[in-house]
């Protein structure tokens, strides 16, 4: 009996240790998230005020400003700079009686306090029920989001309104009580932003009447007084203009994401432009409030206000790109039944809302209507397309599982150092692979055109610098070949025809090539291989960043023979359009060769015979043979570019273990071997 008593009281004893470790956890994992929350609100803060007058809050400067249309005597619409409703000209008209400096920090330090209001409210209206640790995290996390993101960053650069809107549905939506007082703050919110008459059937069709109603008589009485005080405004605008269409940029510019300016970009124009864009219209803010009403009668309404305020982009003649806040909202639906699958259209939509649409699809004419229209897209997707999970599906709590290796005993009693990487063996999302790859891609193009060596001369001279210090070792080693193998090579067409078709082609090809086959065959060894080639690429970022280097082809004297981009003018410091496109000293270490080295070592490993294995091998031996013939890369670039990924493959051993080959079925858990080579396994 005491033994039993005892063994309660440690139990009780451990119980409360571990509910304390996880209360603290959680705490410090709330803080952190505020600290990031602060810092990116401090950046923008910092990258808006740092900026000269003339280059910061164009647009409030263009209202209310010393020459601004809110001081010039005659209409607002004169010179089409002004593009809000005559009742906003109205509201911001008493701003010009403000001082500037004043009224520039004041009207940032508002905008960021707005941002933190629309955060908070958006985190309190999340679908019921949730979890504690998702209560307190969700508001830091919304806030940080929305500061990432374009519409935000966009409206604090040109001193916008934009964010007012947003802020009003949701306060009406959410926050206060009372039907009559959610219809006003939803009527003047269309007051200012007309598309945002469209939640006025939302209110009526999930039986908010009133508030409905009383959205319609603000909206009306709004306009009305705006229109008694500036009647000739107020006929330019609603008639003339036909609600604000044709105002600010031209509508065909690639900032306007809505159907109309789509049409223009294609082209077409005129009764046929018009007739398909009303067409379109109807059709998507009938289908947009079909769905967005069903979400809310699921209890999902901040989904539904989402799903609303993407139709209303779509049909808005004109949607700049700072009015598209509505989008990140519908980042709170769940799509997908999978595990896996569940991030899929978060980090589509946090891709879309936070990054420059050049670096989420290729510059590629094929691409271009994509590319142009990809946040249009997204909030049409929202609105009409995008299978969110009902609350009442089995699979909106619990989704299916993903299937884990158990860990794979190593030598090392703390590895791996990242247990919570387990080893997923299942295939990951194509999609979201996809969207991942290319945005990996762009940024490693940018780092990669930005690190220190570019076209300047200061670059320049440190690079043929670096450049001598490496052409002085390979001396000292008696490895300086570059010389001997290039002027060969060249006296022989069909050799250097032949080097210069494998640099130009193989570099890209077969990586992809790798992969593909990897996701396709062996899921779980995609995953190390990718991870390996991550963190390789990663560390050659830093190197290029670090040790800018003159590649033979470069180095004036040397009488390298460039096969693959003709001859170099060393006169000029840019070689021609080529530094415009890549930084030419990105030369240490040599991904040509780390790429086709880790090419070479995963076929070595995974491929089945030994004739693949050799095959697999002959591949990094061509790429370092042709990068030397073609005077691109010193050999001891090769000698970078193999450190690299052996330290990309020791990162992934170390962070995750080795590789795994057998399956866990999390609901159950149980472990059963896998034959590496099953092609038939379901992909999650």
């Not at 470069?554 to 840019?574: A, E």
């Not at 880790?598 to 990068?627: D, E, N, Q, R």
């Not at 992934?652 to 273990?657: C, D, K, P």
């Amino acid at each position: 009996m005491a033994n039993a008593e005892h063994t309660g009281r440690t139990a009780e004893v451990f119980g409360a240790t571990d509910a304390g470790a996880a209360r603290a956890r959680l705490s410090a994992a709330r803080l952190g998230l505020w600290l990031i929350a602060a810092i990116l609100a401090v950046r923008q803060l910092a990258v808006v005020l740092s900026t000269p007058r003339g280059e910061r809050l164009t647009d409030l400067e263009t209202w209310v400003g010393p020459e601004g249309v809110l001081h010039v005597k005659g209409s607002l619409y004169d010179s089409t700079r002004f593009t809000g409703t005559p009742f906003g000209g109205l509201v911001l008209k008493p701003l010009t009686k403000a001082a500037e400096q004043a009224l520039g920090w004041g009207w940032t330090f508002g905008t960021l306090l707005l941002v933190v209001a629309l955060g908070l409210v958006a985190a309190r209206a999340l679908p019921q029920p949730v979890s504690r640790r998702t209560s307190l995290l969700a508001a830091p996390v919304a806030i940080s989001l929305l500061m990432l993101s374009l519409p935000v960053r966009n409206t604090l650069w040109l001193g916008q309104t934009s964010i007012i809107p947003v802020l009003l549905v949701l306060l009406g939506c959410f926050a206060v009580r009372g039907e009559k007082a959610s219809g006003v703050l939803v009527g003047l919110a269309a007051a200012l932003q007309p598309a945002v008459l469209l939640f006025a059937p939302l209110l009526w069709f999930t039986g908010r009447r009133r508030a409905a109603l009383s959205t319609g008589a603000v909206f009306a009485v709004s306009t009305a007084v705006a229109w008694a005080a500036m009647p000739h405004d107020s006929y330019t605008y609603w008639v003339h203009h036909v609600a604000g269409a044709g105002l600010g940029g031209q509508a065909d510019d690639l900032a306007n994401q809505s159907l109309h300016g789509a049409l223009l970009r294609l082209d077409l124009t005129g009764p046929l432009e018009i007739g398909l864009f009303l067409l379109l219209g109807v059709a998507v803010a009938t289908l947009g409030l079909r769905r967005a009403v069903r979400y809310a009668r699921d209890g999902q309404l901040l989904l539904a206000v989402a799903v609303t305020g993407c139709a209303a982009i779509a049909v808005s003649p004109t949607t700049w790109q700072h009015q598209l806040l509505w989008v990140l909202l519908a980042v709170v639906g769940r799509v997908g039944k999978r595990a896996s699958d569940r991030y899929v259209w978060p980090v589509a939509v946090l891709l879309v809302m936070t990054l420059p649409a050049k670096m989420m699809l290729p510059n590629m004419a094929v691409v271009y209507p994509l590319r142009d229209n990809v946040v249009l897209l997204a909030a049409l997707a929202a609105a009409t397309a995008v299978p969110f999970l009902s609350r009442t599906s089995p699979h909106y709590r619990t989704p299916i599982p993903t299937e884990y290796a158990p860990p794979v005993p190593t030598r090392w009693q703390r590895v791996p150092l990242l247990p919570f990487l387990r080893r997923v063996l299942t295939r990951p999302n194509l999609l979201l692979e996809l969207l991942l790859l290319r945005v990996t891609y762009a940024a490693y193009q940018k780092v990669r055109l930005a690190a220190t060596g570019g076209s300047n001369s200061g670059g320049r001279a440190r690079a043929e610098e670096h450049g001598h210090e490496v052409l002085s070792l390979e001396r000292f080693l008696h490895i300086d070949i570059e010389h001997a193998i290039n002027h060969a090579v060249v006296k022989v067409d069909w050799i250097r025809n032949f080097f210069d078709f494998y640099y130009e082609s193989f570099h890209f090809v077969v990586p992809l090539t790798v992969l593909g086959v990897l996701y396709w065959r062996r899921p779980v060894d995609y995953r190390w291989a990718r991870s390996s080639l991550g963190f390789a690429t990663l560390l050659a970022l830093v190197g290029f960043w670090l040790y800018p280097l003159a590649p033979p082809r470069l180095l004036p004297g040397l009488g390298i023979i460039d096969t693959v981009h003709g001859v170099q003018d060393f006169s000029k410091p840019d070689y021609g359009t080529l530094t415009a496109l890549t930084n030419q000293y990105a030369a240490m270490p040599s991904l040509h060769f780390g790429w086709s080295l880790w090419c070479g070592l995963v076929i070595a490993i995974v491929a089945p015979k030994w004739w693949m294995k050799a095959l697999g091998l002959l591949h990094p031996f061509f790429t370092v043979s042709a990068i030397v013939a073609t005077g691109n890369h010193w050999v001891l670039d090769a000698v970078g570019g193999a450190a690299v990924v052996g330290t990309g493959f020791g990162l992934s051993y170390v962070f995750q273990g080795p590789r795994a080959r057998t399956v866990t079925t999390a609901a159950a858990g149980v472990s059963t071997p896998v034959p590496v080579l099953e092609k038939d396994r379901t992909p999650s």
